[in-house]
């Protein structure tokens, strides 16, 4: 259902500012403003042209609110589609109110969550992907995530699930149309050129689906643990990557007892770093709990690092090796990074010693923040930015992966289709149902309670 009525928001967030600006979008957005704006050169807002900005006076009844710019996008020509009035007024909280609170009893009522965005989509002006890349940006606060929501609301994805989904409905319509000639047994659609579509299809959707991985490492940082016996250092390495005393250090074994967790641009990139107490056996209970989690932060992490005291290796050694051991058998397939800490208090026979022995090892000060550059190179040399610099199209949004995920299962079948000389009838459904999944993506294909989860996660005004 599409309202009209007329609803304004704050578009600037709450609190004082130089500036703030309110916006009003529905059907009655431009006369409602009108009646309260008195233009410096006695103008009807009604009467300017769309995309114009006028100097004037807000005036509730004999009192005047504000000097304010007020700007008119008249329909189809604005962000909603919809008429919209934008007005910039001083920023303090009193004014942004009072504003707010005359038009409500003017006949504005309040916008829900992300309802100019919902708007905009339900006029056409966006798609849906592109409407929740308009959050992602918002929500973007570092070079990668900010790039791919910016292609995403450009239409870079959505263009490539529209050109995908309009060859297949192509073919479908001419598989459909064989079934009206059954007697016949004509083939309007070439197998041939259509078992190459279906390839095609089938090797984007493939590469759209791995990029996830990507996307979510992007979207939600890359989540790093950092774990080693209690008192190597681990919280003193954490506030030195943060940059921030973030952690409890002190010389006591087992003082970190949580897990704390902070995350940090490096390149571009999040990373989200999570200290853990020390692993060891022990008999002390709160330290036991906090050994488990340490294991389920391992589980949760994408890049492990193990923390040793360098100045232990002498003689403890062949137990940190054990550790590793471990770590490795348990998770042979995640990276991990073998440091030694506090080589500020060790001999150079000893680090000599050290390299020797663990091949490729780093060696820092977490508490005089020696390597600790090294160590984020190191940590950025994990992540595959390849689809990045590539300008790929990189899926970020898990709705979009499931959706994706359901229409190749459907081409899978398709493909089977073709090889077993499927009946047109049969693959036709198939193809429907792949086209189905192809439209949930853009918004072709929706209903209230998704159009609702979605807009609700954004904020009001946007
Ligand atoms: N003041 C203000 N700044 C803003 C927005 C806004 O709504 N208001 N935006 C919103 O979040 C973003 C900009 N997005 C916008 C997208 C389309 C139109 C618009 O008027 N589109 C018309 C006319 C285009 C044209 O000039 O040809 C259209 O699509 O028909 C406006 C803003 C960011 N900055
Ligand atoms: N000399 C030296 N001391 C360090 C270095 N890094 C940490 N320390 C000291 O080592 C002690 C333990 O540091 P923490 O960061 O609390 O160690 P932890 O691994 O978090 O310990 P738990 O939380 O108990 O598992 C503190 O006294 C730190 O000041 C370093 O690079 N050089
Ligand atoms: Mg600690």
């Known amino acids: 259902m599409i309202k009209q009525d007329t609803i304004i928001a704050l578009a600037t967030p709450s609190g004082a500012g130089a500036i703030a600006v309110i916006r009003l979008s529905g059907k009655d957005a ?4 009108e009646k309260q704006f008195k233009s410096v050169s006695d103008k009807l807002l009604s009467k300017q042209k769309t ?4 100097l004037g006076h ?3 009844d004999s009192i005047t609110l504000d000097e304010v710019l ?3 996008f008249k329909n189809p020509n604005s962000y909603t589609g919809e008429d919209v009035v934008e007005i910039s007024c001083h920023g303090s909280n009193y004014i942004q109110q009072e504003i707010i609170q005359l038009f409500l009893r003017k006949g ?8 100019f965005t919902l708007r905009a989509f339900l006029n056409g002006k966006l798609d849906l992907s592109q409407a929740e890349a308009v959050a992602d940006l918002i929500a973007s606060d570092n070079a990668a995530s900010h790039q791919i929501a910016m292609q995403q609301m450009r239409g870079g994805f959505s263009s490539e699930i529209a050109k995908l989904r309009e060859e297949l409905l192509n073919f479908a319509s001419l598989i459909e149309l064989e079934l009206d000639f059954a007697e016949e047994d004509v083939e309007f659609a070439d197998r041939t050129q259509f078992k190459e579509l279906i390839e095609r299809i089938n090797f984007v959707l493939k590469r759209l689906i791995d990029s996830f991985a990507v996307g979510n490492v992007i979207k939600h940082g890359i989540p790093v643990a950092i774990v080693g016996e209690p008192n190597v250092g681990k919280s003193t390495l954490l506030n030195a990557l943060l940059n921030e005393e973030r952690a409890i250090v002190s010389e006591i074994a087992g003082t970190t007892r949580d897990t704390i967790e902070d995350e940090i641009t490096i390149g571009g990139i999040g990373f989200r770093f999570i200290d853990t107490a020390g692993i060891r056996e022990t008999k002390d209970v709160v330290e036991r709990i906090g050994i488990k989690k340490t294991f389920e932060k391992i589980d949760q992490a994408q890049v492990v690092i193990y923390l040793f005291d360098a100045t232990d290796f002498e003689t403890e050694s062949a137990r940190f090796k054990v550790e590793i051991e471990k770590i490795k058998n348990k998770y042979p397939q995640k990276p991990l990074l073998i440091i030694a800490n506090k080589v500020d208090k060790l001999d150079d026979v000893s680090t000599v010693n050290i390299k020797d022995e663990f ?11 020696v390597g600790v550059d090294d160590l984020k190179e190191a940590l950025l040399s994990f992540v595959n930015t390849g689809a990045l610099r590539n300008n790929d199209t990189i899926v970020t949004n898990s709705r979009h992966y499931d959706a994706l995920l359901k229409a190749f299962g459907e081409i899978q ?7 077993t000389n499927l009946s047109g009838d049969l693959l036709a459904i198939d193809i429907r ?3 189905y999944h192809f439209g949930e993506i853009t918004g072709e294909i929706t209903n209230d309670d998704l159009l609702g989860n979605i807009f609700a996660n954004f904020c009001i005004g946007k």
């Open 70 to 72: 007020v700007s008119v």
């Open 30 to 33: 431009i006369s409602i403003a």
């Open 413 to 419: 079948k398709v493909k089977e289709g073709l090889e």
């Open 51 to 54: 995309h114009t900005i006028h």
């Open 58 to 60: 807000l005036v509730d």
């Open 359 to 369: 091949k490729g090892i780093k060696l820092i000060s977490a508490k005089n923040g």
């Open 108 to 115: 504005c009522r309040m916008a829900d969550a992300g309802e």
């Open 433 to 435: 149902q792949a086209l």
